[in-house]
T-cell receptor, first 111, second 114 residues
Framework: QKEVEQDPGPLSVPEGAIVSLNCTYS??????FMWYRQYSRKGPELLMY????GNKEDGRFTAQVDKSSKYISLFIRDSQPSDSATYLC???????????FGAGTRLFVKA | NAGVTQTPKFRILKIGQSMTLQCTQD?????MYWYRQDPGMGLKLIYY???????DKGEVPNGYNVSRSTTEDFPLRLELAAPSQTSVYFC?????????????FGAGSRLTVL
């Protein structure tokens, strides 16, 4: 069983739609949950991260963690064509353990 | 402040050739990493370093070598290139790996081995 599973997509939505991106994981020791955004032919950049369970909001983006279900989500409200990118979830146990990345979901937002 | 800089951006190698991917960061980060990214496979850690003079293997180190003589530089050496090393390589750095370990990535080096 992989440590983290993420549907690679692609996911295509119209402009203005609400987008839901998800990852599941198997190791309950993960404490930090991150989302990176990667534009085509660029390096990933951190979008946001949460510690333990709960929600975190930053503008149009909301990250949600459900540790009981080992399920994390990223919601994008009022999606824009500029949101078209690959979104990678990343998990860390902290304490010097290495970050584990999901395969990434390719998102296309059509104008 | 340039962040993490990788060179070259693109390279084509013949089987059996060797080359070095360069990585430098100007943020005074102690921790540096090399990842490879293959389609549908996510980012796999090749090697990492917790400071000058200290390196260690990641998930997929075979066929690669690294060195860390300064805080700023972390080159990745490919010896005897093989088609399986065709990939996009990313260098990254971070200040502290005790918490979330937020990574700053370079723009990537796209390598093709023919």
């Amino acid at each position: 069983q992989k440590e983290v599973e993420q549907d690679p997509g692609p996911l295509s939505v119209p402009e203005g739609a609400i987008v839901s991106l998800n990852c599941t994981y198997s190791n309950s020791a993960f404490q930090y949950f991150m989302w990176y955004r990667q534009y085509s032919r660029k390096g990933p950049e951190l979008l946001m991260y949460t510690y333990s369970s709960g929600n975190k909001e930053d503008g149009r983006f909301t990250a949600q963690v459900d540790k009981s279900s080992k399920y994390i989500s990223l919601f994008i409200r009022d999606s824009q064509p500029s949101d078209s990118a690959t979104y990678l979830c990343a998990l860390s146990r902290g304490g010097g353990f290495k970050t584990i990345f999901g395969a990434g979901t390719r998102l296309f937002v059509k104008a | 402040n340039a962040g993490v800089t990788q060179t070259p951006k693109f390279r084509i190698l013949k089987i059996g050739q060797s080359m070095t991917l360069q990585c430098t960061q100007d943020m005074n980060h102690n921790y540096m990493y090399w990842y490879r990214q293959d389609p549908g496979m996510g980012l796999k850690l090749i090697y990492y370093s917790v400071g000058a003079g200290i390196t260690d293997k990641g998930e997929v180190p075979n066929g690669y070598n690294v060195s860390r003589s300064t805080t700023e530089d972390f080159p990745l050496r490919l010896e005897l290139a093989a088609p399986s090393q065709t990939s996009v390589y990313f260098c990254a750095s971070s200040t502290d790996n005790s918490g979330a370990n937020v990574l700053t990535f370079g723009a990537g080096s796209r390598l093709t081995v023919l």
